[in-house]
C-alpha cells in the first residue's frame, strides 16, 4: 500500500524490506555481538586449554587478554613438557602473546616427533605438529603427511577430516597436500542443509565452524581457491552466526575463529549490507545512507557502491540507475532530494564493488 506524499518514506521502507529479502547473509555478527563474543572468551583461566581458548580466541577477534604477561606467565607454569596436548595448547597461546617465549628441551621435541606417526591419533598427530610449527622447530612435512593420510584412512569421522585439515595448514607448502585438500570437497557433501538458509554439520555448530576456519586457513597456505560455492559460504555464515549465546568457550572460540578467516582471506569475504538510520530520517534529509561491513561489523571503507538500478513495481519504469553512494566516514550516502518519485512500491539493486574477494555483494 502506497502512501500519498510519503514516496521518499516508501523508498527507505522498501530497501530495508529488500536487502532482508535477498540472497544475502541473514545472521552476522553486529558490533554489540562482537563485544558480547569477547567477553565469553575473556574468562579467568582454569586450564591450559581454556588459556589457549581464550588467548587465541581473542586474537582471532583482533584483541588481548588484559594482562598479558600475566598470562605468558600462567601458561610457562602450567605446561606439561611430557604431554602433547599441553605442548599444543601453550605453543599455539604464546604464539598470539607479544613477547611470551617457550624454550623446550630436545626431549620435548623428540616427543612431539615420536607423536607424528600413522599410530597415534588424527587429534595428537595435529597437535603435535602445531606445537612444533609453534616452537617454530622443523619437521619433515612429506613424513607428517604420510602419517596422517594413513591415520585419516582409519578414523575418518568430520572432526578428523577437520583436524587434519588444520594440520596441513601448518605443513610445508612443498609437499603435495593435495589429498588433504581434496577433503575439502568431500566434507561440503556431509553438511545438511536447513531450509536453504543454513548449512552445518549434523555434529553441530562447532564443528561446523571449525571446518570453516580450518578450510581458509589451509586454502590461503596453498594458494587455492576452496571448493565451496559462494551459496554455501552464506548459509554456512548463516548457520555460525545464528548463535548469539555459547554453551563453552571452545564454542565461543570456534565462532571467533570461523568470523576472522571470513572477514579476512584470499578467496571469499561475504558483505553485509545494513540500513542506517530511521525512515524518518531519510525523509527529512533526502539521503539513504547503508553501512557495509564483513562479517565483524567491521566497515568496508574501500568499497565503492553503487544503485544499479530502482524500479517501479507496478510500471517496471526504472526511476533511476548507475547512481554510486559517497563514502562519509564509515558509512555510505545516496542522496535523492531531486530525484522524484511517485507514491508506490519499488524494487532496487544495490552493488559492493571494489575487491574481487566479495560475496554476496548485490543486494536486490
Do not use: W
Not at 36 to 64: C, H, I, M, W
Not at 296 to 309: G, I, R, Y
Amino acid at each position: 500500500m502506497a502512501l500519498p506524499g510519503s514516496s521518499t518514506v516508501i523508498l527507505l521502507a522498501l530497501t530495508i524490506i529488500a536487502i532482508s529479502q535477498a540472497l544475502t547473509p541473514t545472521h552476522y555478527l553486529t558490533k554489540h555481538d562482537v563485544e558480547r563474543l569477547k567477553a565469553s572468551l575473556d574468562r579467568p583461566f582454569t586450564n591450559l586449554e581454556s588459556a589457549f581458548y581464550s588467548v587465541v580466541g581473542l586474537s582471532n577477534l583482533g584483541a588481548q587478554v588484559p594482562d598479558a604477561k600475566k598470562a605468558c606467565t600462567y601458561i610457562k607454569s602450567n605446561l606439561d613438557p611430557s604431554n602433547v596436548d599441553s605442548l599444543f595448547y601453550a605453543a599455539q597461546a604464546s604464539q598470539a602473546l607479544s613477547g611470551c617465549e617457550i624454550s623446550i628441551s630436545n626431549e620435548t621435541k623428540d616427543l612431539l616427533l615420536a607423536a607424528v606417526s600413522e599410530d597415534s591419533s588424527v587429534t595428537q598427530i595435529y597437535h603435535a605438529v602445531a606445537a612444533l610449527s609453534g616452537f617454530g622447530l622443523p619437521l619433515a612435512s612429506q613424513e607428517a603427511l604420510s602419517a596422517l593420510t594413513a591415520r585419516l584412512s582409519k578414523e575418518e569421522t568430520v572432526l578428523a577430516t577437520v583436524q587434519a585439515l588444520q594440520t596441513a595448514s601448518h605443513l610445508s607448502q612443498q609437499a603435495d597436500l593435495r589429498s588433504i585438500v581434496e577433503e575439502i570437497e568431500d566434507l561440503v557433501a556431509r553438511l545438511d542443509e536447513l531450509g536453504g538458509v543454513y548449512l552445518q554439520f549434523e555434529e553441530g555448530l562447532e564443528t561446523t565452524a571449525l571446518f570453516v576456519a580450518a578450510t581458509y586457513k589451509l586454502m590461503d597456505h596453498v594458494g587455492t581457491e576452496p571448493s565451496i560455492k559462494e551459496d554455501q559460504v552464506i548459509q554456512l555464515m548463516n548457520a555460525i552466526f545464528s548463535k548469539k549465546n555459547f554453551e563453552s568457550l571452545s564454542e565461543a572460540f570456534s565462532v571467533a575463529s570461523a568470523a576472522a578467516v571470513l572477514s579476512h582471506n584470499r578467496y571469499h569475504v561475504p558483505v553485509v549490507v545494513v540500513p542506517e538510520g530511521s525512515a524518518s530520517d531519510t525523509h527529512e534529509q533526502a539521503i539513504l545512507q547503508l553501512q557495509v561491513t564483513n562479517v565483524l561489523s567491521q566497515p568496508l571503507t574501500q568499497a565503492s557502491v553503487k544503485l544499479e538500478h530502482a524500479k517501479s513495481v507496478a510500471s517496471r519504469a526504472t526511476v533511476l540507475q548507475k547512481t554510486s553512494f559517497t563514502p562519509v566516514g564509515d558509512i555510505f550516502e545516496l542522496n535523492f532530494m531531486n530525484v522524484k518519485f511517485s507514491s508506490g512500491y519499488y524494487d532496487f539493486l544495490v552493488k559492493v564493488e571494489g575487491d574481487n574477494r566479495y560475496i554476496a555483494n548485490t543486494v536486490e
